[in-house]
């Protein structure tokens, strides 16, 4: 997979991408990043890539030109031609769609992004109407720009690409997964979340400092392992994210556990 990232502050990503999986990703050539600095396409000798918005209002809001050309010199089709394809360009926007577990495996599967971060008061709209596949945001809250939206889904989506993690059943196995992704039937032993939040993880010592790990992950029962873990999943989901159960596929042996865990049983 290759990822472009566009942005008028390329030092940021020095971090984010010289460390971990993404680093790792990058040595072994399953993922090729480049930042790519909006200003170098600005045509004055100040580098100007905002301006005020038509109508008034506070702030300023970067111009569509150096965006377009900067998209253009990197070779990317026109949108059009981009419909049903395996190349993508993304907006980073507060007023883009919730990124999440879904659209990162979606992405995974491209050959090519194309990350616009966004700054100050937004970008100009020519941009999402007739550059982009697409806005997103990582969260119902306003950044100062699409930066750290930008590191987010680089690595969401990095970690999903196959070789990047070393254990690749981990990444079937964890907090917003569907079911489908591991194959079978849903939650097997080791109970994948199933679009549910993850389980609590022990490891030893099994005793620390007076605190112990459940009896029951001891006990080499397997199938009393995989029901407490789901009872686990379900109640941490209830309490931390109730949004997730609606859109959670759960079967009977999860209702009559969810209804016993709103019941206090």
Not at 17 to 41: M, N, P, S, T, Y
Not at 44 to 67: C, N, Q, S, W, Y
Not at 86 to 112: I, M, N, P, T, W
Not at 211 to 236: Q, Y
Request: hydrophobic share 40%; aromatic share 6%.
């Amino acid at each position: 997979m290759k990822i472009d990232i566009v942005t008028i502050f390329p030092d940021f990503f020095r971090g984010p991408l010289d460390f971990g999986i993404v680093r790792r990703a990058q040595e072994a050539d399953l993922v090729e990043i480049k930042v790519h600095d909006l200003r170098a396409f600005a045509r004055d000798k100040h580098r100007t890539v905002d301006d005020r918005p038509f109508g008034g209002g506070a702030g300023m809001v970067l111009k569509p030109e150096p965006i377009f050309e900067c998209i253009e010199a990197l070779n990317v089709p026109p949108r059009e031609q981009r419909a049903g394809g395996h190349e993508r360009v993304v907006l980073l926007s507060a007023q883009g769609k919730r990124f999440d577990q879904k659209l990162a495996e979606e992405l995974a599967r491209r050959q090519r992004l194309v990350l616009i971060c966004g700054r100050y008061e937004g970008v100009d709209e020519r941009v999402s109407e007739f550059l982009a596949d697409c806005e997103l945001s990582i969260g119902d809250y306003v950044l100062s720009g699409g930066e750290m939206g930008a590191a987010v889904i680089v690595d969401a989506v990095t970690r999903l690409i196959p070789g990047a993690v070393g254990n690749e059943t981990s990444t079937r196995h964890e907090s917003f997964t569907a079911a489908e992704v591991g194959g079978g039937n849903g939650p097997n032993s080791t109970c994948a979340s199933g679009g549910l939040l993850d389980y609590p993880h022990y490891t030893r010592p099994a005793d620390f400092r007076g605190l112990r790990v459940p009896e029951v992950l001891v006990s080499g029962n397997h199938e009393e392992i995989r029901r407490w873990r789901r009872v686990v999943a379900l109640r941490k989901t209830l309490n931390n994210r109730p949004d997730l159960l609606a859109a959670t596929a759960l079967n009977e042996e999860d209702k009559r556990l969810l209804a016993q865990i709103k019941s206090g049983a």
